[in-house]
Nanobody, 127 residues
Framework: QVQLVESGGGSVQAGGSLRLSCAAS????????MGWFRQAPGKEREGVAG????????YYADSVKGRFTISQDNAKNTMYLQMNSLKLEDNAMYYC????????????????????WGKGTLVTISS
């Protein structure tokens, strides 16, 4: 099991930027695929961005492509999500995740296999 702790959430005006961080600990050696999910009230959890922590390959949902960038610092066991040009639709609880693998289909980002996630960090967008 891997432990994940998110930070960096807050309140930002539409059009602004925010950077989320995820600190990983525990059995991190087996976390080949990591990324971010988000969930708004009344909505199902959706994949936002994913990364192969070994190769650096990245995966994005169409809704955030071109605006969000996922990155990592393996030396610090930390993953980041740089969010630019934020929209009201980005308002949600964001969760860091370690998964078995990522699947991109129909503009959506999904995971398969095992899945672990943190407690989340809240992102609030205002106009």
């Amino acid at each position: 099991q891997v432990q994940l702790v998110e930070s960096g959430g807050g309140s930002v005006q539409a059009g602004g930027s925010l950077r989320l961080s995820c600190a990983a600990s525990g059995h991190t050696a087996n976390s080949n695929y990591m990324g971010w999910f988000r969930q708004a009230p009344g909505k199902e959890r959706e994949g936002v961005a994913g990364i192969n922590t070994r190769s650096g390959n990245t995966y994005y949902a169409d809704s955030v492509k071109g605006r969000f960038t996922i990155s990592q610092d393996n030396a610090k066991n930390t993953m980041y999500l740089q969010m630019n040009s934020l929209k009201l639709e980005d308002n949600a609880m964001y969760y860091c995740a370690a998964v078995g693998g990522w699947l991109v289909s129909g503009g959506k980002l999904r995971y398969y296999g095992m899945g672990y996630w943190g407690k989340g960090t809240l992102v609030t967008i205002s106009s």
